[in-house]
Structure formats: C-alpha cells, structure tokens
C-alpha cells in the first residue's frame, strides 16, 4: 500500500492502494474509533460502489451507518444540498465525534467537506474518491465549497479530511471522458513541478497500466504544494495552471465543455503564448500540446479571444486590477507572474494565434 502523509494545520494520510475499497472500515476506525458514521454519495457512485463501503465500515464496528446520497452533477453542489445534508446530520444526531465519509468526486467531496467544516463548527470526515480528479487533486489539501449563481465555488472553507482512502480500481467504470478530464489535472502537475511524471506519461501508452504510480505522484506533488501553502496565498496557486483561461471557456460553453476539457484548453493557449514570448522552449509547448491530444484532450477552441478574456476576469484569482498568472516557463517549471489584467488578453490572443 502506498502512503502519502500531508503535513498541513493537521496532519493525515493518504492510502492508495488497488482494492482498498473493502478494507475502508479497518483502515479508518484507527483514525476516528468505532463512532457513527455517515456515507455521503451521489447516485451514480452510491449505487456502483455503496452496499461495499457500508458494509466494511459495518464489519470494522462503526454504528449507526447511515448514508445521504445527491443527484450526480455538479447541479448538486449548492447551497441547497448543503441544508439538507447538515439538516439531515442534525436531525439523525450525528456529534463532534462522528465522522463522514465523502464516497465520489469532486463534487461530493466539496460538497461533504464543506458540511463538515460548518457542521457543529467542524466534524472529522474522510475521502473516499472515485474519480481521477477527486485521487489528484480534490480528495487532498482541504478545499471545500458549493457554488453559489453568482460563480463556482465561491462559498466554502479550508478544512483538511481526516484520511484520504483511494482505490484505483473504481476508475474503471468511469466514463471515459470523465477519465480523461481527471487526466488534464494529472499532465498539469507534470506541467508545474513534476519532469518525472510528465516524462512517464510521454513514454506511456494507457495512462490506466500505471495509474496507481501516477495517482502516487500527484499526490506527493500536491502533498508538497499544500504543506508550503495551505491557505493558498503563495506557490498553491500554482495549481491553477491553465484555469483563469479555462474558466473563460467553460463558462463561455455555458458549461458544455467540461472542466478538465477546458483546463486542457487553457494550459494550451497560456503555454503557446509563452513559447510565441519565448518565455517558453517551443519543443516543452509541442510535448504538452501532443499528450494532452493523447489522451483525448482538446487543445483549442473556437472562442474568440475578447470573449475569453471577458468571461476569464470573473476568476478569483483576481485581485482589483492586477491578477497572478501560471505561466509555463518549461515541462516542469511553471511560474507565478502577477500582472494587470489587461495582460491577460495579450496572452489569449498570442495562445490562439500561435
Ligand atoms: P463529479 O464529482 O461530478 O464526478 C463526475 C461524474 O462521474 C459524476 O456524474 C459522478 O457520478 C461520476 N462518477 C464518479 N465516480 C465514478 C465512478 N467511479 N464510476 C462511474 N461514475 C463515477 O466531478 P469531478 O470531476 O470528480 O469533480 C469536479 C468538482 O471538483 C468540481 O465541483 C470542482 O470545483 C471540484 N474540485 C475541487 C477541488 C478541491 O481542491 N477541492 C479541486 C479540483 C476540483
Ligand atoms: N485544486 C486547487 C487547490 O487545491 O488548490
């Protein structure tokens, strides 16, 4: 079993390891004891992967079990399901020594966490993700929040998980766009920080043969990323390769295209534009351009650059008239620049031109 430890304001673990799914109960009940616990899911997840998940927390001694499961979608990551999942641990008299177990992807990762974080001012909860973003990226560092009309998450709170527990084996039954999206997440930390892994998936066929070695990886990047910046006020933002532009486009797309797509989209444009600076080495720009469209990931889009930049300011990266860029200087070796936002056009456009 691989394990991964996060030494943020508290310190947990991360367990990776094919079939771990039906040890979730010996492997938490040392973290939390044999408390009441409750299982929070969406449908698609609840129904594919829930009777194993209750049942080894059942067999571990945990009591009570009960479990709260939402529509799938994104849809269901507001301030709606938020009331009702609090409401529903209040009226099923869940305490501060319960614990909840997230059991999906980012959204009800998100959605558990930030539950968590309000519930009684803050219960234990653990991950259990099941898609490859979730194992990245959403399931570590404590990131929790619902969307709100006005943006996406734009209401949450940092609140680090007691446990992550991820079984790589459920990515099986993942759509596969679904899977490929998580991929974008995976080629950005190769992008950031991580030559290795970036070179790994160069050389490569199915990303799914090493998927345990590349979820490892990811997870140690992001480990490291979160231990320097929990609070996100320095090298975190790092992570947002890629994003301030994608946002442009998903929200543009009125969110047919989905986030990994539009992530993809976005280190694209941001790291032609800076290979057209020379800021970037042209052949970095080529491999990232050709493993993105290996694994079944746009990289360009029909959107003007006006329109863009316009949707892209709503990101709140931004701070009054100047915004901080993740610009790609190399495979590897992305950097912080902060500019005025104006800055921003003159990177789409160069992204699409060249
Ligand atoms: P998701 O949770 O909506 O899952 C995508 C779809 O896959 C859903 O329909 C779900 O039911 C289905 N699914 C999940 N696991 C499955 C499985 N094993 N087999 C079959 N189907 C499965 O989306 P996501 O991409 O995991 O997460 C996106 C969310 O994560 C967004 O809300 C985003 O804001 C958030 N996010 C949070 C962080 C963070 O640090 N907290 C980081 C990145 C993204
Ligand atoms: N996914 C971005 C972060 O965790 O900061």
Redesign the pocket.
């Known amino acids: 079993m691989k394990k991964i430890t996060i030494e943020a304001s508290s310190e947990y673990d991360i367990l990776i390891e094919k079939g771990l799914l039906d040890r979730v109960g010996e492997l938490s009940v040392p973290v939390t004891g044999k408390v009441k616990a409750a299982v929070v899911s969406?449908?698609?997840?609840f129904s594919?992967?829930g009777e194993r998940v209750v049942s080894s927390l059942e067999g571990a001694g945990y009591t009570g079990i009960t479990s709260f499961v939402i529509p799938?979608?994104?849809e269901s990551?507001n301030l709606d399901s938020f009331t009702r999942l609090i409401t529903y641990l209040a009226e099923t008299g869940y305490t501060r020594s319960d614990v909840v177990f997230a059991l999906?992807?980012?959204?009800?990762?998100?959605l558990a966490?930030f539950a968590s974080a309000c519930f009684l001012r803050g219960i234990r909860f653990i991950q259990i993700?099941?898609?490859?973003?979730?194992c990245v990226?959403?399931?570590?560092?404590?990131?929790?929040?619902v969307?709100i009309p006005m943006g996406?998450?734009l209401v949450g709170a940092f609140h680090q998980p007691s446990l992550v527990l991820c079984d790589p084996t459920?990515?099986?039954?993942?759509?596969p766009e679904?899977f490929a999206?998580?991929m974008a997440?995976v080629i950005k930390y190769g992008m950031i920080c991580d030559r290795p892994l970036f070179e790994l998936l160069a050389a490569s066929g199915d990303p799914r043969e090493n998927i345990e070695t590349i979820i490892e990886m990811c997870v140690k990047d992001k480990a490291a990323i979160v231990g320097e910046d929990e609070f996100d006020t320095g090298m975190r933002q790092l992570?947002n390769l890629g994003h301030t532009i994608g946002h442009g486009v998903e929200s543009l797309s009125d969110f047919s295209v989905?986030?990994?797509e539009a992530v993809a989209i976005g280190m694209a444009i941001i790291t032609r534009a800076a290979a057209a600076m020379g800021l970037c080495p042209t052949e970095d720009c080529q491999s990232l351009l050709g493993l993105l469209r290996r694994n079944a990931l746009p990289t360009s889009t029909e959107y003007g650059a006006e329109d863009i930049y316009r949707k892209s300011l709503s990101d709140k990266k931004r701070k009054g008239g100047t915004i901080t860029l993740v610009v790609p200087h190399g495979i590897a070796d992305s950097r912080l620049i902060s500019c005025p936002v104006e800055t921003v056009l003159d990177y789409i456009k160069q992204g699409l031109q060249s």
């Open positions: 969406d449908d698609t997840v594919l992967y799938h979608g994104e990551k999906g992807g980012g959204v009800v990762g998100d966490g993700p099941t898609t490859l973003l979730a990226d959403s399931s570590v560092g404590g990131k929790t929040a969307d996406k998450n459920v990515l099986d039954t993942l759509p679904t999206c998580g997440e992570l989905m986030h990994g």
